[in-house]
């Protein structure tokens, strides 16, 4: 099994930056990718960005410019720079990691992102 554990959460500011984090354990297949998803209430979780273990990028294009996706393959971990926060942001983000070769996908617990004066 694997596990995921985000942090990075919290109250931010229009205008402001938050980096939320995300480390993953376990039965980890080498071949992966990692991402982060959000849902706002009342609407569907969503694909915000994700990134293989190669280093290719995906970005939503209501993130692209803003957010940043990263990953440190040796630690397991993926990071998303979030900057320039808009209300529209706010949501509970959950940590993702699929593994192609099983098809298998694994979720973190979430993390709330409040984006508001």
């Known amino acids: 099994q694997v596990q995921l554990v985000e942090s990075g959460g919290g109250l931010v500011q229009p205008g402001g930056s938050l980096r939320l984090s995300c480390a993953a354990s376990?039965?980890?297949?080498?071949?992966?990718?990692m991402g982060w998803y959000r849902q706002a209430p009342g609407k569907q979780r969503a694909l915000v960005a994700s990134?293989?273990?190669?280093?290719?990028?995906y970005y939503a294009d209501s993130v692209k410019g803003r957010f940043t996706i990263s990953r440190d393959n040796a630690k397991n971990t993926v990071h998303l720079q979030m900057t320039s926060l808009k209300p529209e942001d706010t949501a509970v983000y959950y940590c993702?990691?699929?593994?192609?070769?099983?098809?298998?996908?694994?979720w973190g617990q979430g993390t709330q992102v409040t984006v508001s004066s």
């Open positions: 993702w990691l699929y593994c192609g070769t099983s098809s298998s996908a694994y």
């Open positions: 376990g039965s980890i297949c080498s071949i992966n990718t």
């Open positions: 990134i293989t273990s190669p280093g290719w990028t």
